[in-house]
């Protein structure tokens, strides 16, 4: 059974470009979650989707951030116009449905580090 | 909101020895599950172990355990016959039972002394 599936592992933009990053959940997994991680810090949340719907994404940056997570295919987080402070590891994580929450945990991928030159 | 704190940015510990990660939380909830998550220099997150606050037994996984305490919402992560394999960065988060977001502390970063 594969885990959560992130890529690019590593992607390099320079500055006003787009970033696309790419999550696919672990099989059987409904619900999907990003999070950033600058330099030595934690990881912060940015957004909970579920299939074709966004539930959460109160940690999300107003402007030049989105997130979907479409009924076929992977969740994409996008950042337009990239700028130096978005350069981070981008994490993905997913959890199975409601009743079926194995004791509330996430299963992470082994995220996306987006640097911007 | 809830909150995570971290109060130890760093450890260190002799391998085979025993060390000590706080953690300490906020929330005004009842029910939730706490986690110690580890981060190796590949970056992987990977569940270390996990606690539902209606237990009041303490978990316990091989060599790490944690110390609940539900009234000083305290959540301490104990590693036994430490190894060089457990360095890492250790994040201790918090997950709300209705809520579906994980709230990560600012992590302590674990070195092993050979």
């Known amino acids: 059974n594969a885990g959560v599936m992130q890529n690019p592992r590593h992607l390099v933009r320079r500055r006003g470009q787009e970033a696309r990053l790419r999550c696919s959940p672990m099989?059987?997994?409904?619900?999907v979650y990003w999070y950033r991680q600058l330099p030595e810090e934690g990881l912060k949340f940015m957004v909970y989707?579920?299939?074709?719907?966004?539930?959460?994404e109160s940690g999300m940056p107003k402007e030049r951030f989105s997130a979907e997570f479409p009924k076929e295919g992977p969740s994409i987080l996008r950042i337009q116009q990239v700028v130096r402070g978005d350069s981070a590891a981008y994490f993905c994580?997913?959890?199975?449905?409601?009743?079926?929450?194995?004791?509330?945990?996430?299963?992470f991928g082994e995220g996306s580090r987006l640097t911007v030159l | 909101a809830q909150t995570v704190t971290q109060s130890q940015p760093e450890m260190s510990v002799q391998e085979a020895e025993t060390v000590t990660l706080s953690c300490t939380y906020d929330t005004s909830e009842s029910d939730y599950y706490l986690f110690w998550y580890k981060q190796p220099p590949s970056r992987q997150m990977i569940l270390v172990i996990r606690?539902?606050?209606?237990?009041?037994q303490n978990a316990t996984e091989n060599r790490f355990s944690v110390n609940f305490q539900k009234a000083a919402k305290s959540f301490s992560l104990k590693i036994s016959d430490s190894q060089l394999g457990d360095a890492a960065m250790y994040f201790c988060a918090y997950r709300g039972v209705g809520a579906q977001k994980l709230v990560f502390g600012q992590g302590t970063r674990l070195t092993i002394n050979p």
């Open positions: 994580a997913s959890s199975p449905t409601r009743g079926r929450v194995v004791a509330g945990e996430l299963f």
């Open positions: 606690q539902e606050a209606y237990k009041q």
């Open positions: 989707l579920q299939k074709e719907n966004i539930i959460d």
């Open positions: 099989k059987g997994h409904s619900h």
